[in-house]
């Protein structure tokens, strides 16, 4: 009975091995391809965020983060000083 559970546990190890291989590999092919496609279309990418920061939409993002982090360093500052 014990050769038998252990194989039983022998087996059942090396197919979750294999199954972790697998999803491994293909964990790894992904990677490669987010990897190349960003080196390939690096520079569009780098133009595409530069006009959306300098679009309209972008500058109002960027002043309403700012409203935000300010509005939120002040609350901030005030708990402290009432403490």
Known sequence: MKVKSS?????????????WHGSKSILFIILCRVVYVFEVHRHNLYEIISEFANSEFGRKKKQKMRKLNFYQGKKYFLNISRN
């Open 7 to 19: 194989m039983d546990q022998l087996f059942f190890k090396n197919r979750f091995k294999e199954k």
